[in-house]
């Protein structure tokens, strides 16, 4: 095919070793997740129109620029629904579906947040060694059978996205690095990006891992990931870190199979603590309904709901759970953390 300059890679490609300089693409073009395509963007957007590149700075995207994306799965309750589709053919038209750089065909999105999406026009998929290159064939983190860290887990899960989960994990994370403490944090659900991870470390994580180091471009999938996130908190057990925080990204129910990794025996046995995030009170009141049903650990809520003393007081007489707010008051959550460690 013509050669084709590139004006910039997507994050969920970082582990892909592609040589802008000596790239080739092909018309064969595997419609499955995790195929590295080229594509041209078709339109300009003044919202939710940045690409997260693979050290994670974030570029503009413009009309008629050229980018390399990865097909994937998104259902958003706060951006963009979008699969990839049964076939993908050069100058197919496909939508640009989150900030990592997935795309497919976009089925809808909340506007008010992200608008349009991005059009892109296909221009062929990246070959490498031979074949169309795919990012579960470069994938550092192998899925695991079972979860074999001896290190101790805090969970971070919530009833959607934007419920607060990163600010809590990176204020756990702080806690602990201010402790003296060395942590390691990983993000197992969700859609690949890296911004979140990246705020880990920022916060004092020494080691990140994320659901694309296992190969997905989302855990919208019917891959198996469960054992993906085995895998990561197996891979992070090496470093010498004392713990390991794990956020399950968008709601514990939904789409992106959070429920498997906070449910899962394996993962419950070995947590210490373990935060909850909602929005509201009847978000609450569901995470206790799911707690008790499939017996695992809820130790503080966070989120939105703690914003003031109209959530706090009502959870904390109701229904005896400690909370704190790990945007609006840093030095209480700081103090809940200590305190259910007992640290």
Known sequence: MKPVIIDAVCSVARH????????????????????????RISNDKKIYNRLETPNGRQIRMQKGKKYLLVLGNRAAIDGFVGHVPERVAVGDMLQIL??????????GGTKRYVGNPFNVKVLGSVMLNGKPANIADYAPVQAAP????????ILVFGTSMNSGKTHAACQVIESLTHAGKKVAAAKVTGAGCLKDTLRMHRHGALHTRDLVDTGL?????????????????????????????????????????????????????????????????????????LSEKHAFRLDLISGPVTDNISGTEYIEDKWQLPTANAKSNIT????????LLKM
Request: aromatic share 4%; with cysteine; hydrophobic share 40%.
């Open 332 to 339: 209480h959550f700081r103090a809940q953390i200590r305190s």
């Open 146 to 153: 079972q979860v074999t860290t001896q290190k101790k887990l």
């Open 98 to 107: 989150n900030l990592g750089g997935l795309c497919g065909i976009c089925r």
């Open 16 to 39: 892909v070793p592609i040589k802008l300089d000596k790239l080739e693409l092909s018309g064969t073009i595997p419609a499955v997740e995790g195929t590295v395509i080229a594509a």
């Open 217 to 289: 471009a989302s855990t919208l999938t019917k891959k198996d990931t469960l054992h993906a996130a085995m895998g990561l908190i197996n891979d992070l057990s090496v470093t010498d870190c004392e713990y390991i925080v794990i956020e399950a990204g968008d709601g514990i129910i939904g789409n992106y199979h959070g429920n498997q990794v906070i449910y899962a025996p394996e993962f419950q046995r070995k947590t210490v603590l373990a935060i909850g995030c909602a929005h509201d009170l009847t978000g609450v009141w569901g995470l206790r309904q």
